[in-house]
């Protein structure tokens, strides 16, 4: 096999090897094989196999069923298992595996093919309906025949372990939801064809700290299942089918990285104090409440942003509905108890964009644009007063703020404080204990807000920047395109201009400005940050310890008159080269 190699964007760092795992929509990307004689019953007993397997997967549905579940889910799931049992369904296509020695998808498919055909001629439009429900039963089975192919690997090159080989996902696209959902298995690369270096799938693959890269335009057709594949997640590079030369280049630089990170492990207790003295916060970004953990070995001082959206992403395809109150409730007090007294800031809920809450939802034209985060939530009180009521009740098991996304308009701001208002006075009828003098702060990540900051200072406690947003907003780059990735950039004299109009706008009103988008987590613009005034940085665990590295060699009195000339730079080759300047310092 031809080694080859594809050109994208780093996601998340490190050099990962292993075998590509092909993530595809099951039934449009089904193989059509013949299978040989002697190996006709082994194919025959896999596709058995996977029946007994959506058998179990449905039953397992079955008693996962919430009490309060909707009757028509418990029928969907029967009407599943009915399908499955019917001998044209479980029966037939054996028989086409033995007489016409099709593979198992193959067989699988021409069978659901010819019964789709019959439903289409049927009048009543009930049954006709019935069609889509055996064709979710064929994609059921279908994905599990996927993990289950019977071809043979090809061989695994010198030093890796041919059979308990390291997966590495491909896909043309993953969705955040999908995304923190590998969490739980042992996927060491993720590569994308889409995507860009901020979206959140990207976030969570950072938040995974397992080396990534998107934007690989072809990679999903071009690298074939089973191939061997190296991530450069630091470069933004993938080689397909690589040669023993390097492979072991790359092995070496894997080693070398692995040990560079243990070595930073030392600094953990190390206080994030720059050389003259100043103390700097460092926070954690966390999705779920067990991420708390990386965030405490890494030393964290608290969570600096808990994006709760991701409590409510991914539901809708298990039949959920959205967590209510006690649901939520429970997971931002296990975030509260686990950080130990360290503040935690939970962020409402920002859905939309890339984040949509069902992935049926996603209608809008401009979703980035549109009906997001606070918008959404001042659209849906009841479900806003629900989060505002659960976030309130954890406060009194430890310390918490309140972070409110995508804020523009004072009355917006206004709004939001009174349903806290309200959803305080609820608790109180209800002799709830909360935190009554809990903070409130607001993302500053749109231009407007950047640029009428004291509308936002009069009004709340803290202030956190998404530059994420932030730029994405300023520069009217979609942070999900790769096609106008190259235009994404942090270094650009507008968006410095505002971060700094941020920071020094709290500094004067003596409230805490904190940045929480990726720009405080990227080593490379640590001095910068520091030389415009930031003492709070809140990123993913992985980031912590090296951005704390930066910080011990930082010496504000050389950095703040440096950062102010590049501040009033406009030239974005100049800018660069004196940010690059900063780190020689
Ligand atoms: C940001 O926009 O920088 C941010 C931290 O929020 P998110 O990435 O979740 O939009
Ligand atoms: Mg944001």
């Not at 194919?43 to 039953?59: D, I, K, M, Y």
């Not at 049954?127 to 059921?140: P, S």
């Not at 064809?193 to 335009?217: E, F, K, W």
């Not at 806003?384 to 659960?390: D, G, I, K, N, T």
Request: hydrophobic share 45%; with cysteine.
């Amino acid at each position: 096999m031809a080694a080859f190699t594809l050109h994208g964007i780093p996601v998340s760092r490190g050099i990962s090897i292993g075998r590509a795992h092909l993530l595809t929509p099951a039934a449009l990307d089904v193989k059509h094989y013949l299978v040989p004689e002697e190996q006709v019953e082994a194919e025959v007993a896999r596709l058995q196999h996977a029946f007994a397997e959506v058998h179990r997967e449905l039953q397992e549905l079955w008693t996962e069923l919430p009490k309060d579940a909707p009757t028509e889910l418990g029928a969907f799931i029967d009407v599943h298992v009915l399908i499955l049992s019917d001998p044209m369904i479980s029966e037939a296509p054996l028989d086409i595996i033995r007489s016409r020695h099709y593979n198992a998808e193959w067989a699988l498919v021409t069978q659901i093919d010819e019964l789709s055909a019959q439903f289409d001629e049927i009048e009543d439009p009930y049954l006709r309906e019935r069609k889509q429900d055996i064709q979710q039963v064929a994609e059921r089975v279908l994905k599990v025949l996927m993990g289950t192919e019977l071809h043979a690997p090809p061989p695994a090159p010198p030093g890796e372990d041919h059979f308990q080989p390291q997966m590495i996902v491909v896909a043309h696209d993953i969705s955040p939801a999908d995304m923190l959902a590998f969490r739980d298995r042992s996927f060491v690369g993720f590569v994308t064809d889409v995507g860009g270096q901020n979206s959140h799938t990207a976030i969570v693959a950072r938040s995974l700290d397992i080396p990534a890269a998107v934007g690989m335009s072809q990679a999903s057709r071009l690298i074939e299942q089973d191939d061997w594949v190296i991530v450069d997640g630091d470069a933004g590079v993938v080689i397909a089918n690589p040669s023993a030369l390097v492979l072991e280049q790359y092995r070496a630089k894997q080693t070398a990285l692995m040990k560079a990170r243990k070595r930073l492990l030392k600094l953990k207790k190390t206080p994030a104090v720059t050389k003259d003295g100043t103390a700097i916060a460092l926070l954690a970004n966390i999705e779920l409440p067990d991420d708390c953990g990386p965030a405490l070995e890494a030393g964290a001082a608290g969570v600096g942003l808990f994006r709760s959206e991701f409590l409510f992403m991914g539901r809708g395809a298990q039949g959920l509905r959205v967590p209510d109150e006690d649901e939520q409730f429970e997971q931002y007090r296990k975030a509260v108890l686990a950080m130990k007294g360290r503040p935690v800031t939970i962020r409402t809920l920002d859905v939309g964009a890339d984040k949509p809450l069902d992935q049926a939802e996603h209608t809008a034209l401009n979703p980035a644009l549109g009906l997001r985060a606070i918008r959404y939530c001042l659209a849906e009180p009841q479900m806003f007063l629900a989060q505002l009521r659960a976030i309130l009740r954890a406060s009194s098991f430890g310390k918490v703020r309140i972070l409110i996304p995508m804020l523009a308009h004072a009355f917006e701001i206004d709004q939001t404080l009174t349903m806290i208002a309200q959803a305080k006075q609820q608790l109180r009828e209800q002799h709830v204990k909360f935190d009554e003098a809990i903070e409130v702060g607001a993302m500053i990540e749109i231009p407007a807000a950047a640029l009428a900051l004291p509308m936002f200072v009069k009004r709340l406690d803290f202030l956190s920047i998404g530059t994420n947003d932030l730029i994405q907003y300023t520069l009217a780059i979609d942070r999900v395109d790769y096609e106008v990735a190259h235009l994404y950039n942090p270094l650009h004299p507008a968006v410095l201009q505002l971060i700094a109009m941020t920071i020094d706008a709290g500094r004067k009103a003596g409230i805490d400005v904190a940045v929480c988008g990726e720009m405080a987590g990227d080593v490379k613009l640590t001095r910068l940050l520091l030389g415009m005034g930031l003492r709070e940085f809140s990123m993913h665990p992985a980031q912590l310890l090296a951005v704390k590295q930066e910080i011990l060699a930082s010496d504000l009195e050389t950095l703040v008159p440096r950062t102010r000339r590049i501040l009033r730079a406009m030239e974005p080759a100049a800018i660069a080269d004196a940010v690059e300047q900063l780190q020689t310092l």
